[in-house]
Nanobody
Framework: QVYLTESGGGSVQAGDSLRLSCRTSGINFKIARMSWYRQAPGKQRDLVASISSDGSTNYTDSVKGRFTISKDNAWNTVFLQMNGLKLEYPADYYC?????????WGRGTQVTVSS
């Protein structure tokens, strides 16, 4: 079975940083494309960043230069370093991957940003 477990969320002030982690099991992590999504209350779930097996990355425009996605193949874990968090960013962050065209999601970790 595929398991994705996020951690690292919390309550921070605007301008602060957080590092999210997503530990995986049940997948061939070395070849998996991993993504982070964000979902604010009442909003749709949007892609934040992705990383491919070769380490290439892509980001949504609003986080470029602030967020960094990375992966550790030894620990089957993907990270999202978030710097300069803004008040507009409070949301649940989800880890995602696909196996044989089926999407798998973690349960999410909440990030709250206050002024």
């Amino acid at each position: 079975q595929v398991y994705l477990t996020e951690s690292g969320g919390g309550s921070v002030q605007a301008g602060d940083s957080l590092r999210l982690s997503c530990r995986t099991s049940g997948i061939n992590f070395k070849i998996a494309r991993m993504s982070w999504y964000r979902q604010a209350p009442g909003k749709q779930r949007d892609l934040v960043a992705s990383i491919s097996s070769d380490g290439s990355t892509n980001y949504t425009d609003s986080v470029k230069g602030r967020f960094t996605i990375s992966k550790d193949n030894a620990w089957n874990t993907v990270f999202l370093q978030m710097n300069g968090l803004k008040l507009e960013y409070p949301a649940d962050y989800y880890c995602q991957t696909s196996v044989k065209s089926r999407n798998f999601w973690g349960r999410g970790t909440q990030v709250t940003v206050s002024s």
